[in-house]
């Protein structure tokens, strides 16, 4: 079986993406994602796109991120805009997936999605947020890529894997330092099925947007 991380900032991973935010090299045999992550955002990082840019024609890299909104970062919602927007034509370009980092701005998030009307599939990594806003993101076409701060909440999880079909998920590690295949073992518990038929939904997935 193959446990797929999806997002990970381990980068001795050898099966799954690792998300990069300095490009000194990249490892032959490995995939990577490289964006610029919002909490190392400033008024100045517009400028850094022309960097990742070249990076992400590499083909070991299979997306583009990650990317998106956080109160946390340095700039506020127009500049984190402007620079999640140069990511999404990016991710058209070069046509590879876009990997998004969003906290609190999921409203947000879904008036992008529609306004950009992007033909590349977008994964929100990580998610953890309110149930309620759950059928919104669906709605719009968002994947979701799952990690242990869900998994971890009994209640949220149960409800959250009777939302979210299974054909728009994937899993993570994101910055844990544990085997991806705990991750899985947690969700076989919520949407009753074995790890095998876990591992082939989440192949198909995969090659669902051309990963």
């Given amino acids: 079986m193959n446990f797929f991380n ?19 090299s990249f490892t032959e045999g490995k995939k990577y994602s490289v964006g610029l992550h919002p909490w190392y ?7 850094k796109m022309s960097e990742i840019a070249k990076a992400a024609e590499n083909p070991q890299v299979v997306a583009i991120g990650e990317t998106g909104f956080d109160k946390k970062s340095g ?20 046509q590879k997936p876009l990997i998004i980092h969003c906290v609190k701005q999921f409203q947000h998030l879904i008036a992008e999605k529609k306004k950009l009307q992007p033909t590349q599939p977008w994964i929100l990594h990580g998610f953890c947020g309110k149930l309620s ?22 209640k949220k999880s149960s409800k959250f894997f009777s939302f979210v079909p299974k ?24 949407m009753n099925i074995s790890l095998e038929e876990l591992c082939e939904i989440i192949d198909k997935n995969l090659k669902t947007i051309n990963l």
């Fill in 75 to 94: 700039l506020d919602l127009a500049g984190q805009t402007e620079i999640f927007e140069v990511h999404v034509a990016l991710s058209e370009k070069l």
């Fill in 41 to 47: 955002c400033d008024k100045n990082s517009i400028h």
């Fill in 133 to 154: 806003q759950v059928s919104g993101l669906i709605d719009c076409g968002i994947y979701f890529s799952v990690s242990h701060s869900l998994l971890s909440k009994d």
């Fill in 167 to 190: 054909e728009r998920l994937f899993f993570e590690t994101d910055d844990g330092n544990f085997p991806v295949e705990n991750v899985y073992k947690s969700a076989t518990r919520w």
């Fill in 6 to 24: 999806f997002h990970t900032h381990n980068t001795s991973e050898t099966s799954g993406i690792i998300s990069l935010s300095e490009y000194a």
